[in-house]
């Protein structure tokens, strides 16, 4: 998919692997799709790479735009930053230009706001897609919405500098950019009520041991630590990928024999079709 606003596909960005053919590259955001991975990149350090809602329908956009052969999906930010959370202008009288202010939806009807927000949490709701695998590079801050960003995906690769934090509840919000789920998830609901009621700092190191980052890198090889995350996910036939995500993403709301029934379940569809029994 191309728009008005695409770039040329002729050469790779910056920090996208060579070949990588250019798809989508508008309101901070750039998708480029190498064969079976596509990177999507936030495009802005100069603000740190801070979020608005044009972003978010721009992300939204990168994933309806993503073609069939795409297995595996990288975030990652350009800059000092991987994004340090929503642009504070959203919160000013004026808000972002040709956008209604936060102030002006929070004056309007229950269900204008609330679609509002569903609109936003659009950009965050498609990184866990059954058919792929995401893996989020993160570098610097990431904040906030950047946090919540960077939970969507279903893996974390870390900086030795990255900085996590929900400052959402200081600033008297809650996170709402579907970032709650994944967290408690990942470290469990008392952990996860610290982290978001005081809006601390979780380093690198604390995210790898607690769960939220599933490796951590000195910052000049984070790109490559996950270029070769992405190369191992690939190595596996991409059907058992997925019916393995699958297993894994039901696991909460099954029981241990409903588990199992789905286990043989996945395993007979597997093997009908390695037998070619498949339909």
């Not at 695998?133 to 279903?154: K, R, T, Y």
């Not at 690939?234 to 029981?255: C, F, H, N």
Request: aromatic residues 4%; charged residues 25%.
């Amino acid at each position: 998919m191309a728009s008005s606003d695409s770039v040329s596909p002729t050469s790779a960005p910056s920090g996208v692997a060579p070949g990588a053919a250019a798809v989508l590259d508008r309101d901070g955001v750039r998708l480029t799709v190498d064969d079976a991975v596509a990177t999507v990149t936030l495009t802005n350090p100069a603000k740190r790479n801070a979020q608005s809602p044009a972003l978010w329908r721009a992300l939204a956009e990168a994933g309806r735009a993503l073609p069939g052969s795409v297995r595996v999906v990288l975030l990652r930010g350009e800059g000092k930053s991987f994004s340090a959370g929503l642009d504070r202008q959203a919160f000013t009288p004026e808000g972002f230009d040709g956008e209604p202010s936060f102030l002006d939806l929070a004056r309007g009807d229950d269900d204008t706001l609330d679609a509002a927000i569903a609109e936003y949490q659009e950009a965050f709701t498609w990184w866990r897609r059954g058919d792929l695998v995401s893996i989020a590079a993160v570098q610097g801050h990431a904040i906030g919405a950047g946090f919540q960003l960077a939970l969507a995906c279903d893996l974390r690769v870390a900086a030795d500098d990255a900085q996590f934090a929900m400052r959402e509840t200081s600033l008297g919000l809650v996170p709402d950019l579907t970032g709650t789920h994944p967290l408690v998830s990942l470290v469990g609901y008392a952990r996860a009520l610290e982290i978001c009621a005081t809006g601390r700092l979780v380093q690198a190191a604390e995210a790898e041991r607690i769960g939220l980052a599933n490796l951590v890198v000195p910052g000049d090889q984070l790109d490559a630590a996950a270029q070769d995350l992405a190369g191992a996910l690939l190595a596996a036939p991409r059907d058992a990928v997925i019916e393995t995500k699958a297993l894994l993403q039901g696991v909460a709301g099954r029981s241990y024999e409903d588990q199992r029934r789905a286990e043989r379940a996945a395993q007979a569809r597997r093997l009908r079709d390695l037998a070619g029994l498949g339909d």
